[in-house]
T-cell receptor, first 113, second 117 residues
Framework: DQQVKQNSPSLSVQEGRISILNCDYTNSMFDYFLWYKKYPAEGPTFLISISSIKDKNEDGRFTVFLNKSAKHLSLHIVPSQPGDSAVYFCAASAPMGGNQFYFGTGTSLTVIP | NAGVMQNPRHLVRRRGQEARLRCSPMKGHSHVYWYRQLPEEGLKFMVYLQKENIIDESGMPKERFSAEFPKEGPSILRIQQVVRGDSAAYFC???????????????FGEGSRLTVL
């Protein structure tokens, strides 16, 4: 039961353009969402988060948008840089759902110089 | 997140042997989580522990898998009688307080890659 889905396994973008990574979830109890970035042979590192009371959170080149009615969130990276090439995981948690985060299967982003 | 230390980074075992994976959380963190990533899949929650207590093990397979986080020393994920399907990357994460989202995020280690021959 994949409660968090990233339907695009890969994405290629030209350097300087916008990268948009998408994530859908099924559990309406989720109230906190995060994006993690993972390089090969390394652990995931936290990138940005958003609470369900907001619909947008911005941190430098990274912006996360949350559409609760559609149960959809997206990560925008602009401008994209070659160093952004990595696997991006979307994750969600629920306040009454135990202590686990539910992760998507990841989207591999390649930024072409 | 370099503060979460996992070892070994790579472990090779034959079917039927035991695998022990260790995790030292970041300094000041008393909450540890284990996640497993199978090939071509996302991270799957296994277990959440505090010192000397298992808080949530809803993601742990019912047999052969166990976890502990003793008062002293690292957290250990133990897999007995390994099978080929156990081959995966096992990630440990820690947080400052329980309900990691309150703390903001989990800090992950670099993972332990188990290969079962």
């Amino acid at each position: 039961d994949q409660q968090v889905k990233q339907n695009s396994p890969s994405l290629s973008v030209q350097e300087g353009r916008i990268s948009i990574l998408n994530c859908d979830y099924t559990n309406s109890m989720f109230d906190y969402f995060l994006w993690y970035k993972k390089y090969p042979a390394e652990g995931p590192t936290f990138l940005i988060s958003i609470s369900s009371i907001k619909d947008k959170n911005e941190d430098g080149r990274f912006t996360v948008f949350l559409n609760k009615s559609a149960k959809h969130l997206s990560l925008h990276i602009v401008p994209s840089q070659p160093g952004d090439s990595a696997v991006y995981f979307c994750a969600a948690s629920a306040p009454m759902g135990g202590n686990q985060f539910y992760f998507g299967t990841g989207t591999s982003l390649t930024v072409i110089p | 997140n370099a503060g979460v230390m996992q070892n070994p980074r790579h472990l090779v075992r034959r079917r039927g042997q035991e695998a022990r994976l260790r995790c030292s959380p970041m300094k000041g963190h008393s909450h540890v989580y284990w996640y497993r990533q199978l090939p071509e899949e996302g991270l799957k929650f296994m277990v959440y522990l505090q010192k000397e207590n298992i808080i949530d093990e809803s993601g742990m397979p019912k047999e052969r898998f166990s976890a502990e986080f003793p008062k002293e020393g690292p957290s250990i994920l133990r897999i007995q009688q390994v099978v080929r399907g156990d081959s995966a990357a096992y990630f440990c994460a820690s947080s400052r307080s329980g309900g990691s989202y309150i703390a903001g995020e989990l800090f992950f280690g670099e993972g332990s890659r188990l290969t079962v021959l």
